[in-house]
C-alpha cells in the first residue's frame, strides 16, 4: 500500500512510464491467453487474465489518481457519444431481438412430439421477455439521446485549469 | 451421467481469448472512476472516522447489504425493489464467479471440476431464480417511475439506461442459455426453469442457426457486460460503493449533535465555501446519494415547494466535485446523473451562489427529516450549516431578520430583547413560589431537578403558559425543583443552528458553566432545542447531565401516580393530535412519552396525523426559521396545521415552545382561530388534573 501511495504520489513522468508498464503487463497477458488458447494451456488463461485484471485496474487507478485532463477526454467522448451509442445499442440489442424472434420459426417449425403445454410455457416466457425488452429499451434510448444531445451543447469549452500537456 | 455443462460451449479460440482481453477495458474505467472519487475526497479535510471498525462493518452489514435501512415502512415498495434487483444481481454475480472459478482455477490448475452433479442442479435453479428477481425488480422501478411517479422520484436518462442494461443482461442470459439447450437438450435442462420452455420452442430450427444466434448473443452478451462495468464507476451504478463506503464511514455521534469548530479563534476559514472546507466524510456523503428521494418524502421545504431539495442540494455539490475533478463532468454519466440540476457548468464556480444558491441554505428548517429517511446517512444538516457559518461568519451574509437576534443573544443572552432580570418574571404568576438555584445553593438546599425553562418559555407570553403548567404540575406532584433565573442563558441552539457558531460556542459555554455551579439530579425542560444541546452538544465541553424533555416526567408523574388526572374533567371532550417537534423526536427518538401522555387524559381521543413519528412534517420553526420570514413556496406552518385539521381533532397536542409559536401563527394563517387551538402538553394535563395541595415542592416567598 506504502508503495502504491509513494508511485501515486511521484512525477508525472514516473506514474507515465508506470502507466506504460502496466499497459505492456496487460498486453502480455493477451498474448499468454492467446497462446494458451492456441496449445490448449489451461493455466494461462489464470495467469493471463490475472495480469490483465491487475494492470488494467492499476492503470485505471494510477491515471485516476492524478490531476484531470479532462477537457481533451470529454471533448472526444462528446464528439462521438451518439455514433457510438447508437453502434453500441445496435450491437447489444440485435442479436437479442432476432433471437427472440427466432420463437415465432420455432413455433412454425415445432415437430408433433413437443407437448402443447411445453410450447404455450415457452411461447409465453419468450413473448414476455421480449415485450419487456422492447418496452425498456424503448424508452430508454430516446432518453440517452437526449441526454447527450444536452451534455454536447452544455460541455464547459474551458479547462479547469489544469493543462494536459 | 452426471449433470453439468461445458463452459465455453460453442464458442470458438477468439472468443475464448476475447473475453479476457476485453475486460481489460471495463476494468480500466472501473479503476480510474473510483480512484478519481477517492482521489477527490482526499482533498477534504482529515476526520477520523476510522473507530470501532468492527463495529461500523456490522452496521454497514446489516443496514445497506441486509437491506435494514433501506426495505422500511415508509418505503416498502422501493425497499423491496432494491432488495429483489441487489440480491438477484449479487447472486447472479456470484453464479460468474463460480464458472470462473471452476473453468480458469479449479479444471486448468488442479484438475477438479465442481461444477456438476447436484450441486450444478442447484446453481442452475438459483441462477435462473435470480434473474428473475432482477427482472421483477426492473419492472418494479419502471412501474414506479412511471406509473405511480412519486413526486420525490425524478427519472433522469441514467436511471433508465441502467435498469434497461440490467433487464438486458438477464434477458440475455436465458437467452443464450435457452440456446444452447436447444442445441444439447440435456435430461436436467428443465432445472434452467426460464430457460427451458424457451429451448423447447427453438429446438426444432435448424442447429446451424441456434448455434449462430447463440454465438451472436454470446458476443453481445460479454459486451453488455463490459458496457455495464464500464459504465458503472460513471452513473449511479457507482452507488453500491460509495454508498457502501458512506454507511461504514458514517458519523457515530448522535444525529442532533452539531460538530463544533476547534479552535475557533484560530480556524483560517469557517464554515464551506471550496472543496477543501470539507472533511473527506461529507465529500464522499456527496457522492454517496443514488437519487432515491427518500430525503424528500417528508423535507417541509420540498413539500410546501421551496428551492431548497436536499437530494439536489447535495447532488449540486457532487457535480461540482466531479467538475473540480474531471470525471468526465458533462458527458452522460455526470450530466444528467450526478450534476443532474447544474450540469456542465464547470469547476470554476463558487459553491456559495454558484453552485448552491443562498436561498437553498437559509430554507433548511434543520429539522433532520432528509437524514432520517436516506438510506446511507447523508448528512444533509451539518452541509447546510457549513455553508451557513461560511456566510454568516465569513461574509456577514445572512437574512436581515437574524441581526437582531443575533444582537439579543449577544446583549441579552436570549433571542429576545428582554433584560436576563426579567427571565423569572412568570414566576409572580404562580400561586407558590419558585426557587431560585443560587437562592438553594446559598441556603445549602438540595434541589432534585432543575426546571430549564429556555428562552421562549421565559419570554413569550404563549410559551410562559406552558412553563406555568409544568411548574404547577411540578408543584402539585411534590417535585423538589428550582429554576436557574436571572443566571440562566440560551443554550446557543438557534444561533448554531444559523450558523453563527461563534456566538453559539460563546452561549454553551457560559451555560454550561453556570450548569457546572451547582448540584442538582437531572435537568428537566420542555423545549426539545434546549433538551438536544444539553443532551447531545454540551458533554463535548464539559456539560454532563441527566436531562429529560418534560413529557417524559409528566409521564412518570402519571405512572408512578403523583399526578391525578380527573375521570370527570370535560377539559378534553373532542378529538385531539399529537406533533412530534423534530427535535425531541427524529434527533431524540422520543415518540412514546407524549403520546402516553396525551392517551392518559381523561376524555381525550387521540388520532394521528398521516404523518406521524419519524414520518413527521416540520413546523417549520427549527434552525432559526422561526425568526425569519417565510417569503418562498406555501407556508409550512400552515401545512402542518391543515394536516392537524384534516384528522377531525379539535386540538392540536405540541411538546416544543417552537412548535406552539408556529402553529399559533398557522392556525390564524389558515382561519381556524376560536375551532381550532393548538395547546402543549403540560397544558391539557394540568388542566385536566385533580388540583390539590403542593407538598413542599418550594419553599420561600
Same mark, same amino acid.
Given at each position: 500500500?506504502?508503495?502504491?501511495?509513494?508511485?501515486?504520489?511521484?512525477?508525472?513522468?514516473?506514474?507515465?512510464?508506470? =502507466?506504460?508498464?502496466?499497459?505492456?503487463?496487460?498486453?502480455?497477458?493477451?498474448?499468454?491467453?492467446?497462446?494458451?488458447?492456441?496449445?490448449?494451456?489451461?493455466?494461462?488463461?489464470?495467469?493471463?487474465?490475472?495480469?490483465?485484471?491487475?494492470?488494467?485496474?492499476?492503470?485505471?487507478?494510477?491515471?485516476?489518481?492524478?490531476?484531470?485532463?479532462?477537457?481533451?477526454? =470529454?471533448?472526444?467522448?462528446?464528439?462521438?457519444?451518439?455514433?457510438?451509442?447508437?453502434?453500441?445499442?445496435?450491437?447489444?440489442?440485435?442479436?437479442?431481438?432476432?433471437?427472440?424472434? =427466432?420463437?415465432?420459426?420455432?413455433?412454425?417449425?415445432?415437430?408433433?412430439?413437443?407437448?402443447?403445454?411445453?410450447?404455450? =410455457?415457452?411461447?409465453?416466457?419468450?413473448?414476455?421477455?421480449?415485450?419487456?425488452?422492447?418496452?425498456?429499451?424503448?424508452?430508454?434510448?430516446?432518453?440517452?439521446?437526449?441526454?447527450?444531445?444536452?451534455?454536447?451543447?452544455?460541455?464547459?469549452?474551458?479547462?479547469?485549469?489544469?493543462?494536459?500537456? | 451421467?452426471?449433470?453439468?455443462?461445458?463452459?465455453?460451449?460453442?464458442?470458438?479460440?477468439?472468443?475464448?481469448?476475447?473475453?479476457?482481453?476485453?475486460?481489460?477495458?471495463?476494468?480500466?474505467?472501473?479503476?480510474?472512476?473510483?480512484?478519481?472519487?477517492?482521489?477527490?475526497?482526499?482533498?477534504?479535510?482529515?476526520?477520523?472516522?476510522?473507530?470501532?471498525?468492527? @463495529?461500523?462493518?456490522?452496521?454497514?452489514?446489516?443496514?445497506?447489504?441486509?437491506?435494514?435501512?433501506?426495505?422500511?415502512?415508509?418505503?416498502?415498495?422501493?425497499?423491496?425493489?432494491?432488495?429483489?434487483?441487489?440480491?438477484?444481481?449479487?447472486?447472479?454475480?456470484?453464479?460468474?464467479?463460480?464458472?470462473?472459478?471452476?473453468?480458469?482455477?479449479?479444471?486448468?490448475?488442479?484438475?477438479?471440476?465442481?461444477?456438476?452433479?447436484?450441486?450444478?442442479?442447484?446453481?442452475?435453479?438459483?441462477?435462473?431464480?435470480?434473474?428473475?428477481?432482477?427482472?421483477?425488480?426492473?419492472?418494479?422501478?419502471?412501474?414506479?417511475?412511471?406509473?405511480?411517479?412519486?413526486?420525490?422520484?425524478?427519472?433522469?436518462?441514467?436511471?433508465?439506461?441502467?435498469?434497461?442494461?440490467?433487464?438486458?443482461?438477464?434477458?440475455?442470459?436465458?437467452? +443464450?442459455?435457452?440456446?444452447?439447450?436447444?442445441?444439447?437438450?440435456?435430461?436436467?435442462?428443465?432445472?434452467?426453469?426460464?430457460?427451458?420452455?424457451?429451448?423447447?420452442?427453438?429446438?426444432?430450427?435448424?442447429?446451424?442457426?441456434?448455434?449462430?444466434?447463440?454465438? %451472436?448473443?454470446?458476443?453481445?452478451?460479454?459486451?453488455?457486460?463490459?458496457?455495464?462495468?464500464?459504465?458503472?464507476?460513471?452513473?449511479?451504478?457507482?452507488?453500491?460503493?460509495?454508498?457502501?463506503?458512506?454507511?461504514?464511514?458514517?458519523?457515530?455521534?448522535?444525529?442532533?449533535?452539531?460538530?463544533?469548530?476547534?479552535?475557533?479563534?484560530?480556524?483560517?476559514?469557517?464554515?464551506?465555501?471550496?472543496?477543501?472546507?470539507?472533511?473527506?466524510?461529507?465529500?464522499?456523503?456527496?457522492?454517496?446519494?443514488?437519487?432515491?428521494?427518500?430525503?424528500?418524502?417528508?423535507? !417541509?421545504?420540498?413539500?410546501?415547494?421551496?428551492?431548497?431539495?436536499?437530494?439536489?442540494?447535495?447532488?449540486?455539490?457532487?457535480?461540482?466535485?466531479?467538475?473540480?475533478?474531471?470525471?468526465?463532468?458533462?458527458?452522460?454519466?455526470?450530466?444528467?446523473?450526478?450534476?443532474?440540476?447544474?450540469?456542465?457548468?464547470?469547476?470554476?464556480?463558487?459553491?456559495?451562489?454558484?453552485?448552491?444558491?443562498?436561498?437553498?441554505?437559509?430554507?433548511?428548517?434543520?429539522?433532520?427529516?432528509?437524514?432520517?429517511?436516506?438510506?446511507?446517512?447523508?448528512?444533509?444538516?451539518?452541509?447546510?450549516?457549513?455553508?451557513?457559518?461560511?456566510?454568516?461568519?465569513? #461574509?456577514?451574509?445572512?437574512?436581515?431578520?437574524?441581526?437582531?437576534?443575533?444582537?439579543?443573544?449577544?446583549?441579552?443572552?436570549?433571542?429576545?430583547?428582554?433584560?436576563?432580570?426579567?427571565? %423569572?418574571?412568570?414566576?409572580?404568576?404562580?400561586?407558590?413560589?419558585?426557587?431560585?438555584?443560587?437562592?438553594?445553593?446559598?441556603?445549602?438546599?438540595?434541589?432534585?431537578?432543575?426546571?430549564?425553562?429556555?428562552?421562549?418559555?421565559?419570554?413569550?407570553?404563549?410559551?410562559?403558559?406552558?412553563?406555568?403548567?409544568?411548574?404547577?404540575?411540578?408543584?402539585?406532584?411534590?417535585?423538589?425543583?428550582?429554576?436557574?433565573?436571572?443566571?440562566?442563558?440560551?443554550?446557543?441552539?438557534?444561533?448554531?443552528?444559523?450558523?453563527?457558531?461563534?456566538?453559539? #460556542?460563546?452561549?454553551?459555554?457560559?451555560?454550561?458553566?453556570?450548569?457546572?455551579?451547582?448540584?442538582?439530579?437531572?435537568?428537566?425542560? %420542555?423545549?426539545?432545542?434546549?433538551?438536544?444541546?444539553?443532551?447531545?452538544?454540551?458533554?463535548?465541553?464539559?456539560?454532563?447531565?441527566?436531562?429529560?424533555?418534560? @413529557?417524559?416526567?409528566?409521564?412518570?408523574?402519571?405512572?408512578?401516580?403523583?399526578?391525578?388526572?380527573?375521570?370527570?374533567?370535560?377539559?378534553?371532550?373532542?378529538?385531539?393530535?399529537?406533533?412530534?417537534?423534530?427535535?425531541?423526536?427524529?434527533?431524540?427518538?422520543?415518540?412514546?412519552?407524549?403520546?402516553? +401522555?396525551?392517551?392518559?387524559?381523561?376524555?381525550? @381521543?387521540?388520532?394521528?396525523? !398521516?404523518?406521524?413519528?419519524?414520518?413527521?412534517?416540520?413546523?417549520?420553526?427549527?434552525?432559526?426559521?422561526?425568526?425569519?420570514?417565510?417569503?418562498?413556496?406555501?407556508?409550512?406552518?400552515?401545512?402542518?396545521?391543515?394536516?392537524?385539521?384534516?384528522?377531525?381533532?379539535?386540538?392540536?397536542?405540541?411538546?416544543?415552545?417552537?412548535?406552539?409559536?408556529?402553529?399559533?401563527?398557522?392556525?390564524?394563517?389558515?382561519?381556524?382561530?376560536?375551532?381550532?387551538?393548538?395547546?402543549?402538553?403540560?397544558?391539557?394535563?394540568?388542566?385536566?388534573?385533580?388540583?390539590?395541595? !403542593?407538598?413542599?415542592?418550594?419553599?420561600?416567598?
Amino acid at each position: 500500500m506504502t508503495t502504491l501511495v509513494t508511485l501515486w504520489n511521484q512525477a508525472t513522468e514516473r506514474r507515465f512510464r508506470s =502507466a506504460l508498464i502496466g499497459l505492456g503487463v496487460i498486453l502480455s497477458g493477451v498474448v499468454l491467453i492467446a497462446i494458451g488458447a492456441v496449445v490448449e494451456w489451461g493455466w494461462t488463461r489464470l495467469i493471463g487474465a490475472g495480469a490483465i485484471s491487475l494492470a488494467s485496474v492499476f492503470v485505471g487507478a494510477l491515471v485516476g489518481w492524478s490531476d484531470p485532463v479532462r477537457p481533451r477526454i =470529454a471533448a472526444v467522448f462528446s464528439s462521438w457519444s451518439r455514433i457510438l451509442l447508437a453502434l453500441l445499442a445496435f450491437v447489444m440489442m440485435a442479436p437479442l431481438f432476432i433471437g427472440l424472434l =427466432a420463437l415465432f420459426g420455432g413455433l412454425f417449425v415445432a415437430l408433433d412430439d413437443t407437448s402443447w403445454l411445453s410450447l404455450f =410455457a415457452g411461447t409465453v416466457i419468450t413473448l414476455f421477455l421480449l415485450i419487456i425488452t422492447l418496452l425498456t429499451v424503448a424508452l430508454a434510448l430516446p432518453l440517452a439521446f437526449r441526454g447527450l444531445r444536452k451534455s454536447s451543447a452544455e460541455v464547459p469549452s474551458d479547462s479547469n485549469g489544469q493543462d494536459e500537456s | 451421467m452426471t449433470p453439468t455443462r461445458e463452459i465455453m460451449w460453442n464458442v470458438d479460440v477468439w472468443g475464448e481469448t476475447g473475453v479476457y482481453l476485453f475486460l481489460a477495458v471495463p476494468f480500466l474505467f472501473l479503476a480510474f472512476g473510483i480512484a478519481r472519487r477517492v482521489w477527490m475526497w482526499n482533498k477534504g479535510r482529515p476526520e477520523n472516522r476510522f473507530d470501532e471498525m468492527w @463495529s461500523r462493518l456490522w452496521n454497514a452489514l446489516r443496514d445497506s447489504v441486509a437491506h435494514g435501512r433501506i426495505v422500511r415502512q415508509s418505503s416498502l415498495f422501493g425497499g423491496i425493489m432494491h432488495f429483489l434487483i441487489f440480491w438477484g444481481f449479487i447472486l447472479l454475480f456470484i453464479g460468474t464467479i463460480i464458472v470462473l472459478v471452476e473453468h480458469d482455477i479449479t479444471v486448468p490448475l488442479l484438475g477438479y471440476s465442481f461444477y456438476q452433479g447436484n450441486f450444478y442442479l442447484v446453481y442452475k435453479l438459483v441462477m435462473n431464480l435470480a434473474g428473475l428477481m432482477v427482472i421483477a425488480g426492473v419492472l418494479m422501478a419502471f412501474y414506479r417511475r412511471y406509473v405511480i411517479q412519486p413526486a420525490h422520484v425524478k427519472t433522469a436518462p441514467d436511471d433508465v439506461i441502467l435498469l434497461t442494461l440490467l433487464l438486458v443482461l438477464v434477458v440475455q442470459g436465458y437467452l +443464450v442459455q435457452a440456446l444452447r439447450l436447444s442445441v444439447e437438450m440435456d435430461e436436467w435442462a428443465a432445472w434452467s426453469f426460464v430457460s427451458y420452455p424457451m429451448a423447447l420452442v427453438l429446438q426444432d430450427l435448424p442447429e446451424g442457426l441456434n448455434r449462430g444466434l447463440h454465438t %451472436a448473443n454470446w458476443w453481445s452478451h460479454m459486451l453488455t457486460t463490459n458496457i455495464f462495468l464500464g459504465y458503472f464507476a460513471y452513473s449511479k451504478m457507482i452507488h453500491p460503493f460509495t454508498s457502501f463506503a458512506n454507511v461504514l464511514f458514517r458519523r457515530t455521534q448522535p444525529l442532533g449533535k452539531l460538530e463544533r469548530i476547534p479552535e475557533i479563534e484560530e480556524a483560517e476559514t469557517l464554515g464551506l465555501a471550496k472543496i477543501e472546507d470539507f472533511s473527506w466524510a461529507q465529500l464522499m456523503n456527496s457522492d454517496a446519494c443514488m437519487h432515491c428521494g427518500r430525503c424528500l418524502e417528508f423535507c !417541509p421545504t420540498f413539500i410546501t415547494n421551496k428551492p431548497l431539495r436536499p437530494r439536489d442540494l447535495v447532488l449540486q455539490v457532487s457535480g461540482y466535485m466531479a467538475d473540480k475533478g474531471g470525471i468526465f463532468s458533462g458527458e452522460l454519466g455526470q450530466n444528467e446523473n450526478a450534476a443532474r440540476f447544474r450540469h456542465g457548468a464547470g469547476p470554476d464556480r463558487d459553491l456559495i451562489g454558484g453552485v448552491v444558491s443562498e436561498a437553498e441554505i437559509w430554507d433548511c428548517t434543520t429539522c433532520g427529516a432528509c437524514m432520517e429517511h436516506c438510506p446511507v446517512y447523508i448528512e444533509h444538516v451539518p452541509l447546510i450549516v457549513g455553508m451557513r457559518q461560511n456566510l454568516v461568519l465569513e #461574509q456577514g451574509d445572512f437574512p436581515g431578520e437574524i441581526t437582531n437576534v443575533f444582537n439579543n443573544l449577544e446583549r441579552m443572552s436570549s433571542p429576545y430583547q428582554f433584560p436576563p432580570s426579567r427571565r %423569572a418574571d412568570w414566576t409572580k404568576r404562580l400561586d407558590q413560589s419558585v426557587s431560585e438555584m443560587s437562592e438553594m445553593a446559598a441556603r445549602e438546599q438540595d434541589v432534585e431537578v432543575l426546571f430549564f425553562v429556555g428562552c421562549l418559555g421565559s419570554f413569550d407570553s404563549r410559551n410562559q403558559r406552558t412553563t406555568l403548567a409544568l411548574a404547577r404540575i411540578l408543584q402539585s406532584a411534590g417535585v423538589n425543583f428550582a429554576i436557574l433565573g436571572k443566571e440562566e442563558t440560551c443554550t446557543g441552539d438557534p444561533a448554531k443552528r444559523v450558523g453563527n457558531e461563534y456566538l453559539a #460556542q460563546i452561549m454553551a459555554e457560559q451555560t454550561v458553566e453556570t450548569l457546572n455551579q451547582y448540584s442538582f439530579k437531572k435537568i428537566v425542560t %420542555a423545549c426539545p432545542h434546549c433538551f438536544n444541546a444539553i443532551a447531545n452538544e454540551f458533554p463535548e465541553i464539559g456539560g454532563n447531565y441527566d436531562v429529560v424533555h418534560h @413529557s417524559q416526567l409528566i409521564n412518570e408523574l402519571i405512572g408512578s401516580g403523583k399526578i391525578k388526572l380527573d375521570p370527570n374533567s370535560e377539559i378534553m371532550q373532542g378529538k385531539v393530535t399529537y406533533h412530534d417537534p423534530c427535535y425531541l423526536g427524529r434527533y431524540n427518538k422520543e415518540y412514546e412519552a407524549p403520546r402516553s +401522555v396525551v392517551q392518559s387524559i381523561p376524555g381525550s @381521543s387521540m388520532v394521528e396525523m !398521516p404523518r406521524n413519528r419519524n414520518m413527521s412534517l416540520c413546523c417549520g420553526g427549527g434552525g432559526g426559521r422561526m425568526f425569519m420570514e417565510e417569503t418562498r413556496g406555501s407556508r409550512i406552518n400552515q401545512t402542518r396545521v391543515q394536516e392537524a385539521i384534516d384528522t377531525g381533532a379539535s386540538t392540536l397536542a405540541a411538546a416544543c415552545p417552537f412548535c406552539m409559536t408556529m402553529f399559533e401563527d398557522g392556525i390564524n394563517g389558515v382561519g381556524a382561530e376560536g375551532d381550532f387551538e393548538v395547546k402543549d402538553i403540560a397544558e391539557l394535563v394540568h388542566e385536566s388534573m385533580i388540583k390539590r395541595e !403542593p407538598a413542599g415542592a418550594s419553599d420561600g416567598d
